[in-house]
């Protein structure tokens, strides 16, 4: 089973950046496609971007398409999404998960806070 621990969360001006970490243990990442998603108060939870078992293809929600990359360190059993020019509207509790295509199919972990003041 693995587990996955969500960090790098925290208070950002509008404009800022922010890089989260996924990190696994109890098993290795590298032969799954893996996700991030992030639910804010109120809303359902969404996916926001994805990354194949390698690395080599990724795709983004329109949301953040331009400002927001997922890569991934397969040596260090860890998945990274680094978040440029944040918007208020993309404060959010952020998760990642194992995906087929934008479908999360494991075990959520407890997720980084993320706010991001005007």
């Known amino acids: 089973q693995v587990q996955l621990v969500e960090s790098g969360g925290g208070l950002v001006q509008a404009g800022g950046s922010l890089r989260l970490s996924c990190a696994a243990s109890?098993?290795?990442?590298?032969?799954?496609?893996m996700g991030w998603f992030r639910q804010a108060p109120g809303k359902e939870r969404e996916f926001v971007a994805g990354?194949?078992?390698?690395?080599?293809?990724?795709h983004t929600a329109d949301s953040v398409k331009g400002r927001f990359t997922v890569s991934r360190d397969n040596a260090k059993n860890t998945v990274y999404l680094q978040m440029n020019s944040m918007k208020p509207e993309d404060t959010a509790i952020y998760y990642c998960?194992?995906?087929?295509?934008?479908?999360?199919?494991?075990?959520w972990g407890q997720g980084t806070q993320v706010t991001v003041s005007s």
């Open positions: 990354i194949n078992w390698s690395g080599g293809t990724t």
């Open positions: 109890g098993r290795t990442l590298s032969g799954y496609a």
């Open positions: 998960n194992r995906v087929i295509g934008e479908r999360a199919v494991g075990s």
